[in-house]
């Protein structure tokens, strides 16, 4: 009686588990068409390229939660959990998020977009620097931030004219900027809700903890940025879906890293040094030569990543590969 009981249960966790499952994804998909669409007004308002407003608001409402997570976490001592969420989201944001995106549609995009993933290599590649030593300091992660800051004032000299978004558009602009952060509200939220009742739905089928781990958790944190990827994608709005993603992973490097380090130095697990962070690099270096080449991502060069994220995960279900978080 008691196993019939258990088994009622279950099947009762289960049925409100999917019903919080839709929920979320319907959250997901609306928000995510209410993003991609407010950051194209945004765009025509200021007279720029979509792949800017992506590169900046679009990748901030995204990242935004990732940030405030990895400032806590380094507060409470848990600094590896930051950096470990930064590196694996930099590496699912371009070899498995973008790749997807790029095989359902190449992505014909700006030349602003080449010039941008250079800068996300370099920087990159700095902070892989910074963790060479094991450790990442606060003078380190202070330097990070200015990073950041200085690559903004960059885009703010060179490609926009406040000037020129006319007067009578402003009022909808501000409108616009809000609705854009809301939006990305509902998708993050969205994200969580598809993301932790998944979860416990696999668990409740009798899904291991470990394929759980790697797939559905690791890939969770970036659920928000591939919603928003593959909406701009099937809209034929490329620049929104590559900018999202490169100014997704300027954030990761520069600010959930430099921020958490700033309140606690963080300690860097040789497999993040030795293989993670080689990894992020090469499928960034991959992309800034692919846009290089003709301002686009091809089927070819989407199954490339795609291949080299599937030997990663190998490698992470292996054992071979270790993420804090």
């Given at each position: 009686m008691s196993g019939i009981s258990s088994l009622g249960g279950r099947v009762g966790v289960t049925i409100l588990e999917i019903l919080i499952f839709s929920a979320g994804l319907l959250l997901l998909i609306k928000g995510s068409d209410i993003f991609v669409e407010a950051a194209t007004r945004i765009a025509e308002a200021f007279k720029v390229s979509e792949f800017l407003i992506a590169l900046v608001l679009a990748s901030v409402?995204?990242?935004?939660?990732?940030?405030?997570?990895?400032?806590?976490?380094s507060y409470r001592g848990n600094s590896g959990i930051a950096i470990g969420n930064a590196v694996g989201s930099a590496l699912a944001n371009i070899a498995l998020i973008l790749a997807i995106s790029a095989m359902i549609m190449p992505l014909n995009v700006d030349k602003i977009a080449s010039e941008n993933s250079l800068i996300m290599v370099g920087v990159t590649f700095y902070a892989w620097l910074l963790m060479s030593n094991g450790e990442i300091s606060r003078i380190e992660g202070l330097t990070l931030v200015l990073i950041y800051a200085a690559f903004l004032y960059y885009l703010y000299r060179k490609h926009v004219k406040l000037e020129e978004v006319e007067k009578k558009s402003r009022c909808n602009v501000t409108r616009d900027v809000l609705?854009?952060?809301?939006?990305?509200?509902?998708?993050?939220?969205?994200?969580?809700?598809?993301?932790?009742?998944?979860?416990?739905?696999?668990?409740?089928?009798?899904?291991?903890?470990?394929?759980?781990?790697?797939?559905?958790?690791?890939?969770?944190?970036?659920?928000?940025?591939?919603?928003?990827?593959?909406?701009?994608?099937?809209k034929k709005i490329p620049n929104v879906s590559v900018g999202n993603i490169i100014g997704a992973d300027i954030l990761d490097i520069?600010?959930?890293?430099?921020?958490?380090?700033?309140?606690?130095?963080?300690?860097?697990?040789?497999?993040?040094v030795k293989i993670v962070m080689p990894i992020t690099l090469l499928v960034m270096i991959i992309l800034t030569v692919s846009l290089f080449r003709n301002n686009k991502i091809g089927r070819k060069t989407a199954v490339t990543l795609l291949i080299i994220y599937s030997a990663f995960i190998y490698l992470l279900t292996q054992g071979k590969v270790y993420i804090p978080g």
């Open positions: 409402a995204t990242t935004l939660p990732e940030v405030t997570v990895s400032a806590i976490s609705i854009l952060f809301l939006s990305g509200g509902m998708v993050i939220l969205g994200a969580e809700l598809v993301v932790d009742s998944a979860v416990k739905i696999a668990r409740a089928i009798g899904i291991p903890e470990v394929v759980i781990g790697v797939t559905l958790v690791s890939i969770g944190t970036s659920l928000p940025e591939f919603a928003n990827s593959l909406t701009a994608t099937l520069l600010m959930v890293i430099g921020i958490a380090s700033m309140i606690r130095p963080i300690r860097v697990d040789p497999s993040i």
